[in-house]
């Protein structure tokens, strides 16, 4: 079946220090891919999505590149903040598990220390 | 435009009690999906309804656990004889149409059971 896998946490960085949380996926067809930030004791936020091949989606600094050939989609930002630290989930859509259904990864815990 | 609205926010039961969880989708939504987060694990769907059916309810556990949404009012998320595994947080989700692949859905603030 359809799966989500991201690095595991804690990722603890400087500010304005580069960051990346992996992500890849196992999926049939052509899923959509989402990046959610759950800030603490908040619900989830969409940050940014891509529903195709080597789309990227982008936002608030952040992006990531639907990478079909390497399963991938990887979450980037070039300078990260005190206010990035959150919990960032990687997640899919896919035909198969049901359009309106979400797979979720378990989530990397992002600290970023002044 | 209101969000979706859950309630409430923390909810204390003690084993064997009953817990009901609200949820209140956006405005001109008529499409609400619940998820559970286990202590530091992703979301996992549990329950997809459209006013007065359930569509998909592959990932409710088979007992003690139903949902329903009137055609008045909140989707209720009922769980019965409550047990310390059922501690998490339960978030819901809605939307105007049966989701389409590419759409990302706006989740509520989610409500944290913690069963005592």
């Known amino acids: 079946g359809n799966s989500v896998t991201q690095m595991e946490g804690p990722v603890t960085l400087s500010e304005e220090a580069f960051l990346t949380i992996n992500c890849t996926y196992t999926?049939?067809?052509?899923?959509?891919l989402f990046w959610y930030v759950q800030y603490p004791g908040e619900g989830l936020q969409l940050l940014l999505k891509?529903?195709?091949?080597?789309d990227k989606g982008s936002n608030k600094g952040f992006e990531a590149t639907y990478r079909k050939e390497t399963t991938s989609f990887h979450l980037e930002k070039g300078s990260v903040q005190v206010s990035d630290s959150a919990v960032y989930f990687c997640?899919?859509?896919?035909?198969?598990?049901?359009?309106?259904?979400?797979?979720f990864g378990t989530g990397t815990r992002l600290k970023v220390l002044a | 435009n209101a969000g979706v609205m859950q309630n409430p926010r923390h909810l204390v039961r003690r084993r064997g009690q009953e817990a009901r969880l609200r949820c209140s989708p956006m405005?001109?939504?008529?499409?609400v999906y619940w998820y559970r987060q286990l202590p530091e694990e992703g979301l996992k769907f549990m329950v997809y309804?459209?006013?007065?059916?359930?569509?998909?309810e592959s990932g409710m556990p088979k007992e003690r656990f139903s949902a329903e949404f009137p055609k008045e009012g909140p989707s209720i998320l009922r769980i019965q004889q409550v047990v310390r595994g059922d501690s998490a947080a339960y978030f819901c989700?809605?939307?105007?149409?049966?989701?389409?692949?590419?759409?990302?859905?706006?989740f509520g603030s989610g409500t944290r059971l913690t069963v005592v």
């Open positions: 989700a809605s939307s105007h149409d049966q989701g389409a692949l590419n759409y990302g859905y706006t």
């Open positions: 999926a049939t067809g052509y899923p959509s």
């Open positions: 891509a529903t195709k091949a080597d």
């Open positions: 997640a899919l859509k896919g035909e198969t598990s049901g359009t309106y259904k979400y797979i």
């Open positions: 405005k001109g939504h008529s499409h």
């Open positions: 309804l459209q006013k007065e059916n359930i569509i998909d």
